[in-house]
């Protein structure tokens, strides 16, 4: 095939130290926006298009391993190794409610009804907050086998999902009974592991392999050895047909999804990737590393059409709050303030 021109990525800077986690809103009337989780403990929204920051979630006292932005990305959510998971409002910057914890939050997740956040870490233990009612104790799951690096929701809330830091395999278990119904095996401990958008398939990254599970009966459908140890990978939302995935050669491999034929490779980072994701509309991807940067990628812009990232599929669920609304409230938005690298003693890699 005829040789690509060399990808040009927007390189958002601002985060002092590695960037751990991203994560794209579903895309809603004001467009779609990205959320970014970094060891310098200070999250950040952007516009999900332009990669524009829009402000800093400021309250942590030590490295933001997850974060999260609920369906209409009216509120943000992040885990830190200061031993708290905050709930945020996405629009102003404030911080709602902390969840304290007795040890390291690594995952979180906004359910898809958005009334409840899961959460997950170095305990064991998987937490089911009530957002009606904050203050009350949350619901605890706790036999899980390992300390807890990834969790989702799925089946419409039905069903939990979470991997674990020390040992292989992805659990599932059901939020009724809170018992594990399927393991889907890995070798290696899985880093990553993404619901589609349309609810078919779970993507896992573990070790050098990238697989595919039917999320509906649990097959593994795909199974792909990756160049090198990869840390995370995602799967185009609209079509499906290609899926990227990053990791310790700092390189964002672009793969058929169908195949698993190399098809892209894009240099840029300086640092090992943490964490790849896809944006809703499929246009572009982001990815998040240990050289402080987020780069969004253009997948391949010819090809889609200038209406393509304004779509009208967003989610159905009625926002509360005007465009004009969103506008002056981001204005008011919490600047960061310049130099900040109050990492505390606890901000220290897990």
Same mark, same amino acid.
């Not at 809103?25 to 298009?49: C, H, Q, V, Y």
């Not at 995370?232 to 079509?239: D, W």
């Not at 894009?266 to 499929?282: A, W």
């Not at 200038?306 to 009208?312: F, R, T, V």
């Given at each position: 095939?005829?040789?690509?021109?060399?990808?040009?990525?927007? @390189?958002?800077?601002?985060?002092?130290?590695?960037?751990?986690?991203?994560?794209?809103?579903?895309? +809603?009337?004001?467009?779609?926006?990205?959320?970014?989780?970094?060891?310098?403990?200070?999250?950040?929204?952007?516009?999900?298009?332009?990669?524009?920051?829009?402000?800093?979630?400021?309250?942590?006292?030590?490295?933001?391993?997850?974060?999260?932005?609920? +369906?209409?990305?009216?509120?943000?959510?992040?885990?830190?190794?200061?031993?708290?998971? /905050?709930?945020?409002?996405?629009?102003?910057?404030?911080?709602?409610?902390?969840?304290?914890?007795?040890?390291?939050?690594?995952?979180?997740?906004?359910?898809?009804?958005?009334?409840?956040?899961?959460?997950?870490?170095?305990?064991?233990?998987?937490?089911?907050?009530?957002?009606?009612?904050?203050?009350?104790?949350?619901?605890?799951?706790?036999?899980?086998?390992?300390?807890?690096? +990834? @969790?989702?929701?799925?089946?419409?809330?039905?069903?939990?999902?979470?991997?674990?830091? *020390?040992?292989?395999?992805?659990?599932?278990?059901?939020?009724?009974?809170?018992?594990?119904?399927?393991?889907?095996? +890995? &070798?290696?401990?899985?880093?990553?592991?993404?619901?589609?958008?349309?609810?078919?398939?779970?993507?896992?990254?573990?070790?050098?392999?990238?697989?595919?599970?039917?999320?509906?009966?649990?097959?593994? @459908? /795909?199974?792909?050895?990756?160049?090198?140890?990869?840390?995370?990978?995602?799967?185009?939302?609209?079509?499906?047909?290609?899926?990227?995935?990053?990791?310790?050669? &700092?390189?964002?491999?672009?793969?058929?999804?169908?195949?698993?034929?190399?098809?892209?490779?894009?240099?840029?980072?300086?640092?090992?990737?943490?964490?790849?994701?896809?944006?809703?509309?499929?246009?572009?991807?982001?990815?998040?590393?240990?050289?402080?940067?987020?780069?969004?990628?253009?997948?391949?812009?010819?090809?889609?059409?200038?209406?393509?990232?304004?779509?009208?599929?967003?989610?159905?669920?009625?926002?509360?709050?005007?465009? *004009?609304? @969103?506008?002056?409230?981001?204005?008011?938005?919490?600047?960061?303030?310049?130099?900040?690298?109050?990492?505390?003693?606890?901000?220290?890699?897990?």
């Amino acid at each position: 095939m005829d040789k690509k021109k060399v990808a040009v990525p927007l @390189v958002c800077h601002g985060h002092s130290r590695p960037v751990v986690d991203l994560f794209y809103s579903p895309i +809603t009337p004001d467009g779609f926006f990205l959320i970014s989780a970094s060891k310098d403990s200070s999250p950040m929204l952007r516009n999900g298009e332009t990669g524009d920051w829009i402000g800093t979630f400021e309250g942590h006292k030590g490295a933001v391993w997850s974060c999260c932005l609920d +369906t209409n990305a009216l509120r943000a959510a992040s885990g830190s190794a200061d031993f708290s998971a /905050k709930l945020w409002d996405a629009l102003t910057g404030d911080e709602l409610q902390s969840f304290e914890h007795k040890h390291i939050v690594r995952a979180c997740a906004f359910s898809e009804d958005t009334h409840l956040l899961l959460t997950g870490g170095f305990e064991k233990i998987l937490r089911i907050f009530d957002l009606n009612r904050p203050d009350a104790p949350p619901r605890e799951v706790d036999n899980s086998p390992g300390s807890i690096r +990834t @969790v989702a929701w799925l089946h419409s809330d039905q069903t939990i999902l979470s991997s674990c830091a *020390d040992i292989g395999g992805v659990r599932l278990w059901d939020i009724r009974s809170g018992k594990i119904v399927q393991t889907l095996e +890995t &070798m290696s401990p899985v880093t990553s592991a993404e619901v589609s958008q349309d609810g078919r398939y779970i993507t896992t990254a573990d070790g050098s392999t990238v697989k595919f599970w039917d999320a509906n009966h649990f097959g593994l @459908v /795909k199974s792909y050895d990756m160049p090198c140890n990869v840390e995370s990978a995602s799967l185009e939302p609209k079509f499906g047909n290609k899926f990227v995935a990053g990791g310790e050669d &700092m390189w964002i491999h672009v793969f058929d999804f169908h195949t698993g034929e190399q098809i892209g490779c894009n240099k840029g980072h300086h640092g090992p990737v943490h964490c790849v994701r896809f944006s809703p509309g499929g246009e572009s991807y982001a990815s998040g590393s240990e050289d402080g940067t987020i780069r969004i990628w253009q997948l391949s812009p010819a090809s889609h059409d200038e209406n393509d990232s304004l779509p009208g599929n967003g989610p159905t669920g009625k926002v509360k709050v005007s465009a *004009d609304d @969103v506008a002056q409230k981001i204005e008011a938005f919490h600047i960061s303030k310049e130099g900040k690298t109050t990492e505390k003693d606890k901000a220290t890699d897990a």
